[in-house]
């Protein structure tokens, strides 16, 4: 029986995407911004997409690869964004002005092109990312929080704080950075987040945000960092009255390395079970 996909593009029906082969696509309107495609074998209308983030080294098609088992077993699409370093400098913050192309506005339109490919009818994605993905991910979620499903985040530099005091990338307060943004704290505080950090994520890197402000605020390193952070998610949400889940994992023996935490501690597994339940053997 042929993989091929039945939908096709409805600009361009000459264009046929295949089953279980990861896709390098590119924007319709924007076709030098690309992405990576994976669709499983039983795809319909209601099938689920799941949305990986990368970090700095902008492997999203790694991403990809190390996430379809688990989207084969729960017959989920997976769509990788890349963000490069010349057009997206700032994704992790989602693009303050000045600083390269909005990354959040980016993932809206591969999202809407996505559901046009496929004719997928969902309205919100479950999305990921690991370190500088998963930074972009928890801001995108608290500005577009009627667009994630559940969130679950792996290895984040440093967080921005559930609080209108502070202006963003600290807190949720409005900025000229992002003039067009209203963040939704409390809406934000109804999706469940999964947060998993490695056990030896206590390296003080390059790539990590070393400022007094956020030290003393979040920790000295990934590990402090992703537990104050849930510490402040909790105390908000129950300021709130809201019962939200919030699920903390470490990853046992391993530090900052994507390809080591799903190798080593199966952290693709654990994502897909946060986001998408357990599977029945």
Request: glycine share 6%.
């Amino acid at each position: 029986m042929s993989t091929a996909l039945n939908y096709m593009l409805k600009d361009d029906a000459s264009e046929v995407l295949e089953r279980k082969i990861i896709h390098s696509l590119y924007l319709t309107q924007e076709p030098e911004q690309g992405y990576f495609f994976y669709l499983p074998e039983n795809l319909t209308p209601q099938t689920e997409i799941f949305v990986c983030v990368h970090g700095i080294s902008r492997n999203a098609e790694e991403h990809v690869r190390l996430f379809k088992t688990m989207a084969d077993l729960y017959q989920v699409a997976i769509v990788s964004p890349y963000f490069s370093r010349k057009h997206f400098p700032d994704y992790q913050r989602l693009g303050c002005s000045g600083r390269g192309k909005r990354a959040d506005l980016t993932l809206l339109k591969i999202f809407n092109e996505v559901k046009e490919r496929t004719q997928i009818t969902h309205n919100r994605f479950y999305l990921f990312g690991f370190s500088g993905g998963a930074q972009f991910a928890h801001r995108f979620s608290m500005a577009y929080p009627k667009k994630v499903a559940k969130l679950a985040i792996a290895a984040s530099g440093w967080y921005t704080w559930p609080t209108m005091r502070n202006r963003f990338p600290y807190g949720l307060g409005n900025t000229e950075q992002l003039a067009d943004l209203r963040f939704d704290l409390d809406r934000f505080l109804s999706i469940p987040v999964s947060i998993f950090v490695g056990e030896d994520d206590i390296q003080q890197d390059n790539t990590l945000n070393r400022s007094k402000k956020v030290t003393l605020q979040q920790g000295d390193n990934r590990l402090e960092r992703a537990r104050s952070w849930l510490k402040a998610l909790q105390r908000e949400a129950d300021r709130r009255r809201r019962d939200t889940e919030y699920q903390f994992q470490v990853l046992k023996g391993v530090g900052h390395s994507f390809s080591e935490c799903v190798d080593l501690e199966k952290m693709d597994q654990l994502v897909f079970e946060s986001l998408f339940g357990q599977r029945l053997a």
